[in-house]
Structure formats: structure tokens, C-alpha cells
């Protein structure tokens, strides 16, 4: 009996130490290509990135986390934007889509946000809403129409699932701290 626990002992202590050894190669790895752990630049090994990979966070890592959660927020604040367009703005006679002037938008938006023209922007990036030129500033637009593309209730209905897509992603994820935390 005292065999067996001294080999259960010996089980336990060499499963731990041979985690401990995986745990210090995986940070011995990321501490090789972490721009921050060398001196010299040239120190540095060179990272490759497969396509779909550069300029995204590591898969799993807090920053994707907080990137998914921002670009949840974004497309709140452009659902919020669309909605204001559907009730505040006139039929269009040519085409009976929603139309806002931008300058009423922007005074109506003021109370709601300081990032209106970023979320226009964005908006427009993903075909929800459409204004002529390149940007919009406050004064000399003010009558330029603002246009929804397609009927608010389509817009919704992509937004919101867009939205449970991306929240579905960061919340089956494990988070890296509880990564770390597992004996």
C-alpha cells in the first residue's frame, strides 16, 4: 500500500514538473518573438503571418477579445444611427428609401454621441447607408442627404445577427488568464 502512494506521489510530481517544463517552452517561444523582450532589433527573429492572420490578434488572446467586443459596440452605435435615419428622416420621392440632411442628423446625433461621423463612416464601409463625397463636416454639409440603402428592417435584421455572430465568437473563446490559472 505504501508502494502505491509513493508511485502515486511520483505520478503527480512528474505530471506537475512536466507541465511546469511545457508552461516555461511556451513562454520561452513567445518571449522570442515578443518585440518588447529584446534589446537590439536585430536580436528579433523574423515573424511570417499567413494571410488571413496579419494585423489580427493572436486566436484566444485578450486583444481579440477587446477588438470583438469593440466591433460589437461599433455596430450597436450604427444600428442606433440607422434607426435615427428611419424616424427622423422623409421618404426619398425616387426611390421611397429614408433620407436625413446630414446637419439635422448631426444635431439630433450630438445628445446621442460625439462619434457621428465615424459611425457614418463605418456604416457606409458595410452598405447600410450611402452620402456623396468623401467625408461630411458640420456647416458647409449640413443639406447633404444622408440615405439609408435598404429598408430599415433589413438593416436590423443583419445588424443584429452580425452582432450575436461576433458575441457568439469572444464568448466561446477561453480568456488567457483562465489558461494560465489550470493546474
Given at each position: 500500500m505504501a508502494e502505491n502512494q509513493e508511485s502515486l506521489q511520483d505520478s503527480s510530481v512528474s505530471s506537475r514538473i512536466t507541465l511546469f517544463n511545457q508552461q516555461a517552452e511556451q513562454h520561452k517561444n513567445w518571449m522570442m518573438i515578443n518585440p518588447f523582450a529584446h534589446y537590439n532589433v536585430s536580436e528579433m527573429p523574423k515573424r511570417t503571418f499567413a494571410e488571413d492572420e496579419y494585423g489580427r490578434a493572436p486566436t484566444g488572446s485578450l486583444s481579440e477579445q477587446r477588438s470583438l467586443q469593440a466591433s460589437v459596440r461599433a455596430l450597436e452605435e450604427i444600428l442606433q444611427l440607422c434607426d435615427m435615419i428611419q424616424k427622423s428622416g422623409r421618404d426619398d420621392p425616387i426611390d421611397g428609401r429614408k433620407v436625413l440632411a446630414f446637419g439635422q442628423l448631426f444635431e439630433t446625433y450630438n445628445d446621442i454621441s460625439d462619434k457621428l461621423l465615424a459611425t457614418l463612416l463605418g456604416a457606409r464601409k458595410y452598405g447600410f447607408i450611402d452620402f456623396s463625397g468623401e467625408t461630411l463636416f458640420q456647416g458647409r454639409d449640413d443639406t447633404e442627404p444622408v440615405r439609408l440603402l435598404r429598408p430599415f428592417e433589413e438593416l436590423q435584421t443583419e445588424i443584429i445577427a452580425k452582432v450575436a455572430g461576433l458575441r457568439c465568437d469572444f464568448t466561446e473563446k477561453p480568456?488567457?488568464?483562465?489558461?494560465?490559472?489550470?493546474?
Amino acid at each position: 500500500m505504501a508502494e502505491n502512494q509513493e508511485s502515486l506521489q511520483d505520478s503527480s510530481v512528474s505530471s506537475r514538473i512536466t507541465l511546469f517544463n511545457q508552461q516555461a517552452e511556451q513562454h520561452k517561444n513567445w518571449m522570442m518573438i515578443n518585440p518588447f523582450a529584446h534589446y537590439n532589433v536585430s536580436e528579433m527573429p523574423k515573424r511570417t503571418f499567413a494571410e488571413d492572420e496579419y494585423g489580427r490578434a493572436p486566436t484566444g488572446s485578450l486583444s481579440e477579445q477587446r477588438s470583438l467586443q469593440a466591433s460589437v459596440r461599433a455596430l450597436e452605435e450604427i444600428l442606433q444611427l440607422c434607426d435615427m435615419i428611419q424616424k427622423s428622416g422623409r421618404d426619398d420621392p425616387i426611390d421611397g428609401r429614408k433620407v436625413l440632411a446630414f446637419g439635422q442628423l448631426f444635431e439630433t446625433y450630438n445628445d446621442i454621441s460625439d462619434k457621428l461621423l465615424a459611425t457614418l463612416l463605418g456604416a457606409r464601409k458595410y452598405g447600410f447607408i450611402d452620402f456623396s463625397g468623401e467625408t461630411l463636416f458640420q456647416g458647409r454639409d449640413d443639406t447633404e442627404p444622408v440615405r439609408l440603402l435598404r429598408p430599415f428592417e433589413e438593416l436590423q435584421t443583419e445588424i443584429i445577427a452580425k452582432v450575436a455572430g461576433l458575441r457568439c465568437d469572444f464568448t466561446e473563446k477561453p480568456e488567457e488568464s483562465t489558461l494560465l490559472r489550470e493546474d
